[in-house]
Each structure stands twice: as structure tokens, then as C-alpha cells.
């Protein structure tokens, strides 16, 4: 299992080392071990950017999500997941709203996220949405439980 976090936004709060730790994690919890996942930490402008270019959306949001295991694949590239990209200011501001730890937040980020990349997708119908909180769920409670 290979995971790579790149942090171009920083908060003392949030450690690379507990980040990669927690998507090791919710990769074996997924069984998904072989995987490779790249994080990135960005600011909202980064983000914005992002959202706007790729997903159309003139907005900053909180994680995005850049899955390598649809569309042709090139030889040799099997295990590469895709890339996890969340706003580390967007995450500090929901962190407070929430009265959570800004780890917890980024955690429940980073875990949303890693849903996309497998192919689950709550903008789809209530039903998906549904199915994709409960997992949510489930792996949250059981990083907690490690």
C-alpha cells in the first residue's frame, strides 16, 4: 500500500504522518490494500480552481475527488486508486462549526473522499446517498476503534 500526502497548505493540527496513517487505515478497512492514494492538502483558492476547472462549480468546497481506475488504464498502473485533494481552510472552518478536532474533520474528509474514488457517488439518487453515509460510518467507527 503506497499513500503519498502532499501538504501545500498547513495547520498544526493536522499531521501529515496521522493523515497518512488514517488512509492506510481506511484502505485496509475497504480492502484495499494493494492500493496507491495520493492527499493533498490545498487552500480554498487551489480548490476553487480545481472545482471550477474540472467539475464546473465557480466555488471553493471540501474535498474533491480524481479517480485513476475509470477509462483506459495504461499497463502497469493497476493499483493507483486516485488522488484525495481537501481544502485544509474550508475543513478548519466546518471543524469549528462542528465543534470536532480539526484531525477528525480532515479524517471524515479523507474518508468521504476515498468513497468517491471506489465509486460511490451521493449526488446520484437518496438511495446511493444513504449507502454511501453508512459506509461512512462504519469505516469511521472502525478507525476509532484501532
Given at each position: 500500500m503506497s499513500v503519498v500526502v502532499l501538504s501545500r497548505a498547513r495547520h498544526p493540527d493536522c499531521r501529515p504522518a496521522s493523515l497518512r496513517r488514517d488512509a492506510r487505515g481506511i484502505l485496509a478497512q475497504?480492502?484495499?490494500g494493494d492500493a496507491?492514494?495520493?492527499?493533498?492538502?490545498v487552500d480554498d483558492t487551489e480548490i476553487h480552481d480545481l472545482n471550477r476547472r474540472y467539475r464546473g462549480?465557480?466555488?471553493?468546497t471540501d474535498?474533491?475527488?480524481?479517480?485513476?481506475?475509470?477509462?483506459?488504464?495504461?499497463?502497469?498502473?493497476e493499483q493507483t486508486l486516485g488522488d484525495v485533494v481537501i481544502s485544509l481552510e474550508t475543513a478548519v472552518r466546518q471543524a469549528?462549526?462542528?465543534r470536532v478536532p480539526l484531525e477528525r474533520e480532515v479524517r471524515a474528509l479523507l474518508i468521504h473522499g476515498v468513497l468517491h474514488l471506489l465509486g460511490y457517488d451521493h449526488e446520484?439518487?437518496?438511495?446511493e446517498a444513504r449507502r454511501m453515509k453508512a459506509k461512512e460510518r462504519e469505516v469511521a467507527r472502525a478507525l476509532a476503534g484501532r
Open positions: 475497504l480492502e484495499q496507491e492514494l495520493t492527499v493533498a492538502l462549480k465557480d466555488r471553493a474535498v474533491l475527488a480524481f479517480a485513476m481506475r475509470e477509462g483506459l488504464r495504461a499497463p502497469g498502473d469549528r462549526r462542528r446520484r439518487s437518496a438511495a
